[in-house]
């Protein structure tokens, strides 16, 4: 960073409580980045198909709306996850499935799957990975879940799921060739000219990533419509060295108060087998004087390496800081 951009940062003023930093820097995210989506891959990228996301226990995901959710546990019968409010969920790493088992404050559930038939009777594919254009899926979901006074509710849906092309679109988190994938929600187990389409899902994933970066929800009646954005995925550290997670945490902040964009920071703890780098992508500044970086952080541990994608924003005490709850 330019150092009238430094002399500029010292003087930055923001709101003292976390939460209040939080929401004023969202507000000013929203307003300033808006996601879009530009050029469609060529031809030979969109026939190579997308396996399965591969979710690693320990990496967390921040989104717009400031919730974010930690992996527990991942393996071939399922992943596991916890909420910002301690709560977890368990269900495929085929995300266009709802959790299996969930629960939150006052409530609690599981639902279960099976595969629709065509009018010859025989099942339809139930998932569309690997991802190829055009594919598509249909499956019925079972639920059953108890409410705070212990009162057992039931329900079926069917889901009808497309993916229907590829774009390039910016986030927070930065920008991100996606695969796009449609799901339609219909009440009910019957046939479709007996149900009622109740949401439309629309997710954008990001192979690089290995999760979506963007997911817009639209429902019928007067429910609200939403979307949220990646802000940011975190490593795992659970399981380093203190040593480790320290550098970790201070070369991030370096890279992020001190690199140009594009200019790479790197670290290496040979005794440890671990290393690991930092790169700035883009800086920019909010109306509120806050300064906000893109980056890409890697890890090496084991022989594998893994990129992280994410913004942090810099705190009035100097600190570069992932806006989350």
Request: glycine share 10%.
């Amino acid at each position: 960073m330019q150092k009238n951009d430094k002399k500029d940062l010292r003087s930055i003023r923001t709101l003292k409580s976390p939460g209040s930093w939080f929401g004023a820097i969202m507000l000013m995210l929203f307003l300033g980045m808006t996601g879009c989506a530009s050029t469609r891959p060529g031809p030979s990228e969109a026939a190579k198909p997308i396996p399965l996301p591969a979710y690693q226990e320990g990496t967390t995901f921040v989104y717009t709306n400031g919730r974010w959710e930690t992996i527990e546990k991942a393996g071939p019968e399922g992943v596991t996850w916890r909420n910002h409010s301690g709560h977890q969920s368990t269900g495929s790493a085929d995300f266009t499935y709802r959790h299996a088992a969930w629960e939150t404050r006052t409530r609690s559930g599981q639902r279960s799957f099976r595969a629709r038939r065509d009018w010859l009777g025989n099942p339809v594919a139930t998932t569309l990975w690997p991802l190829a254009p055009g594919k598509t899926a249909r499956y019925i979901e079972s639920g059953r879940w108890q409410d705070e006074t212990g009162k057992v509710h039931t329900y079926e849906s069917q889901w009808r799921l497309e993916v229907t092309g590829q774009s390039r679109i910016n986030v927070k988190a930065g920008e991100f060739d996606v695969w796009e994938i449609v799901a339609r929600r219909f009440s009910g187990g019957g046939a479709y000219n007996k149900s009622r389409l109740r949401e439309i899902r629309t997710w954008y994933y990001a192979p690089v990533v290995g999760h979506y970066v963007r997911m817009d929800r639209h429902f019928s009646g007067r429910r609200p419509n939403r979307s949220i954005e990646l802000v940011a995925v975190t490593p795992p550290v659970k399981g380093m060295p203190a040593a480790a997670k320290n550098k970790v945490q201070t070369i991030f902040q370096q890279a992020l108060e001190g690199k140009r964009s594009g200019t790479v920071q790197r670290w290496q703890l040979a005794q440890h087998a671990l290393s690991g780098a930092v790169t700035p992508v883009a800086t920019f500044r909010l109306k509120n004087g806050t300064y906000c970086r893109q980056y890409i952080q890697k890890l090496s541990r084991a022989g594998e390496e893994t990129d992280f994608y994410g913004l942090a924003c810099r705190t009035e005490a100097g600190d570069w800081e992932i806006p989350r709850r």
